[in-house]
């Protein structure tokens, strides 16, 4: 639905403790969508995980570094976390995420916002501005892209680099389906821990627990390194011109969305500035968590305090 069509809410949703945590679940359309707001003050930050699949549980880190000076807000989208799990008739789409995102924004009163897409996220990010939201005051894409076929090429660059074994076995998994052998598997472990997240161990945040593996696989595919799903085509690079917010560009140096996909971003986006985590994979916040908040909240402190007017241009 589009977000400058006039729609009632049903419910307001203010915090009880405005200068601690906050959460509920809205309901809209048979689904549920839990959400959780912390700290106050400031334009909103809205937090958009990844995946796509993702809870918003491995933010919490993130949002609670934010939320020291500034009202955050995360939600788990449908199919993951506290949220409606159970996959629609209609199944997975680019549509219901977006409508998801709207009813978000109208039933918790973000009409003036800051968004933080990661990856899918922010993928999700530019289709809403594309498709004429307002109210949208700044964007943070983080390791995130334009085109799912330009990510997919460099996803295939990075596992070229792999060990030969590695490289035999995604061969193999791709040409008989069989993704789910060892051999496959343990190559995607060695290229999730090369570009993905460099910890070792993983911090517990990203554990599964709450993960939509029906959605990353209907809108993905079998793992990082393949996609397969419908997202295959998602391409909006000749667009970015659009995009009419200012934005922040970060990533990690090893990240699996790779250089060339921020340089994309940054030269196509009218208002960019890039920023790049010298020892962080994909999961810069969790790996450079205190240089990654204060990235982000520099940039948010230079955004305008004013009104917010359309994001992109009129029909």
């Known amino acids: 639905m589009d977000p400058r069509a006039a729609s009632p809410r049903r419910r307001r949703y203010v915090a009880t403790d405005t200068g601690g945590t906050d959460h509920g679940v809205i309901h809209w359309d048979g689904h549920r969508t839990w959400w959780e707001r912390r700290g106050s003050g400031g334009v909103p930050l809205l937090l958009l995980p990844g995946g796509p699949g993702a809870s918003s549980h491995y933010l919490t880190p993130l949002a609670e570094r934010l939320s020291r000076e500034r009202h955050v ?38 009409d003036t916002v800051d968004l933080l897409g990661h990856s899918w996220g922010g993928w999700l990010a530019l289709e809403h501005l594309l498709r004429g939201a307002r109210g949208v005051r700044g964007l943070v894409l983080y390791s995130s892209s334009a085109s799912v076929p330009h990510t997919s090429r460099e996803l295939r660059r990075l596992a070229a680099d792999l060990p030969e074994a590695d490289r035999q076995a995604i061969a193999h998994a791709e040409q008989t389906s069989a993704f789910e052998g060892l ?39 079998p793992s990082e390194i393949t996609c ?67 990235t982000v909240a520099e940039f948010l402190a230079t955004l305008p305090t004013g009104p917010t007017g359309p994001t992109t241009p009129g029909p």
């Open 228 to 294: 397969t799903g419908t997202l295959a085509d998602w391409d909006v690079s000749d667009r970015l011109g659009d995009v009419r917010v200012p934005t922040l560009i970060v990533s990690g140096a090893h990240d699996e969305l790779t250089a060339p996909l921020q340089d994309e971003l940054r030269d196509g986006l009218p208002d960019a500035r890039r920023v790049t985590f010298a020892d962080s994979g994909h999961m810069s916040h969790l790996e450079e968590p205190d240089r990654f908040a204060r």
């Open 73 to 110: 807000v995360r939600y788990d989208p449908l199919g993951t976390g506290h949220s409606t799990r159970e996959r629609p008739a209609d199944g997975w789409t680019v549509e219901l995420f977006l409508h998801e995102l709207d009813q978000v924004r109208q039933r918790l009163d973000l």
């Open 183 to 221: 051999d496959y598997q343990r190559a995607v472990q060695t290229f999730l821990h090369r570009h993905f997240c460099r910890l070792d161990p993983w911090p517990a945040e990203l554990n599964r627990q709450g993960f939509g593996f029906d959605v990353y696989q209907t809108l993905w595919g």
